[in-house]
């Protein structure tokens, strides 16, 4: 009998990203099947781009070697030079161009609704537009697809924010708008008060982590028997840390984490088998409280391809 399976990837700025390859090539090792080869793959934020990567033939040992600073000498990614901290600009957010609200419209939406936009949402609204540009995503994206279009298996699914409604947009799932996946990976990748957002069509998107980090539950209706989940922004750690910025960050963590086992139930509840991991003492210690610190790159990935394998084990879930 066939297993289908469906394969989540959440956000988590650059240093989440780097953390899942590691994830990826346990994941692989502890239950033996490629990512490349499950059926539907969801990527949010940086979570976006390994969904397209690995959709378009990129194999997690390419992708080791792309986010280790080796080179990469087959597959799609052969010879592409790609530094994260250019794309991104650095790890800092650039001087807003205007001290405006990112969208009002969203912003009259959650005064005229109370409650029925997400918080994170609201949050969105409120921060000017960001002034850092993602075309670097969109060329690393266009390239490992070459000539080829949204590919059908696996189904890579994109999720982004409609910015005017805080709607969650699921691009590249039957009925979502029409996008390009470059189009779609950088709309998903836009980081409110960070990177500008996304326009497509007429319509404007963000990073689909204002609505979920992971949107596991987009795979609800899908009638999967297993969905692994890699979520570099949920954790099991308890440890409390000194300093005020990372009270915050174990604050978001932990709401992330509650919202992402209550996503991970409600695939459970169809019958699949559901497993997720995210980071634990050692990989938030290599990571630090800044996700977008490129140059700590190479010491994420080495703790959590030492780390990941044992996370699998104790995976968390619903």
């Not at 994109?158 to 779609?184: C, K, L």
Request: with cysteine; aromatic share 6%; hydrophobic share 45%.
């Amino acid at each position: 009998m066939t297993v289908r399976r469906g394969l989540v990837l959440g956000g988590g700025g650059v240093l989440g990203g780097t953390w899942a390859v590691g994830a990826l090539h346990a994941m692989e090792e502890r239950y033996g099947f490629s990512a490349a080869d499950v059926d539907v793959i969801v990527g949010t934020s940086a979570g976006s781009v390994l969904a397209a990567l690995l959709s378009h033939g990129v194999t997690v040992t390419q992708l080791r070697q792309q986010y280790g600073n080796e080179s990469v000498v087959e597959g799609p990614l052969a010879g592409y030079a790609f530094d994260p901290e250019v794309v991104t600009g650095g790890h800092k957010p650039a001087m807003p161009r205007v001290f405006v609200p990112g969208s009002p419209r969203l912003l009259g939406e959650s005064i005229k609704h109370p409650g029925q936009v997400p918080a994170t949402a609201v949050l969105a609204s409120l921060l000017p537009p960001g002034a850092r540009e993602l075309g670097g995503i969109g060329d690393l994206v266009a390239h490992a697809a070459g000539d080829r279009s949204w590919p059908h298996r696996p189904e890579a699914w994109i999720v982004a924010m409609d910015y005017a409604s805080g709607r969650r947009v699921v691009f590249g799932r039957a009925g979502a708008p029409v996008a390009s996946m470059p189009e779609a990976v950088m709309a998903s990748c836009a980081i409110p008060g960070w990177f500008a957002p996304v326009t497509i069509s007429g319509r404007t998107y963000i990073d689909g982590g204002t609505i979920s980090s992971t949107s596991v539950d987009a795979l609800t209706h899908m009638k999967l028997d297993e969905v692994y989940v890699i979520a570099p922004m949920v954790t099991a750690a308890q440890e409390r840390s000194p300093g005020m910025l990372r009270k915050l960050e174990q604050k978001w963590r932990s709401e992330v984490t509650k919202q992402a086992r209550s996503e991970c139930a409600a695939v459970e509840s169809t019958g699949a088998i559901v497993r997720m991991v995210g980071p634990g003492s050692e990989d938030l210690e290599a990571i630090g409280a800044n996700v977008m610190v490129a140059a700590r790159r190479q010491n994420v990935l080495e703790t959590s391809l030492r780390t990941s394998l044992s996370a699998w084990t104790d995976s968390i879930a619903g």
